[in-house]
């Protein structure tokens, strides 16, 4: 019974130096997640506000095409209605 007792107080001694390593584990773990959340954040924030002045002169210049290209049409469509002979 003595023996089993010692056995019991050497496991409980292992398991709280156990414990004690997974807590500091767990702590550089949550550390390190912040810290690469933190830099991920910055990375997105920095490729948004490089991103959004050329995103916006390219919708500028698409809108710019898509209205000469409309006028273009219709010009021609009145070209072409002109330039036809009239309906009898």
Request: hydrophobic share 40%; charged share 40%.
């Amino acid at each position: 019974m003595a023996d089993l007792d010692k056995q019991m107080k050497k496991l409980q001694k292992h398991l709280k130096k156990l414990k004690g390593q997974a807590n500091k584990a767990s702590g550089q773990a949550r550390r390190r997640m912040k810290r690469i959340e933190r830099r991920t954040r910055v990375e997105v924030e920095r490729a948004l506000r490089r991103a959004e002045p050329r995103v916006r002169e390219a919708v500028a210049q698409a809108t710019l095409i898509s209205r000469s290209l409309r006028v273009g049409v219709r010009a021609g469509a009145a070209a072409y209605r002109a330039g036809r002979a009239p309906k009898r």
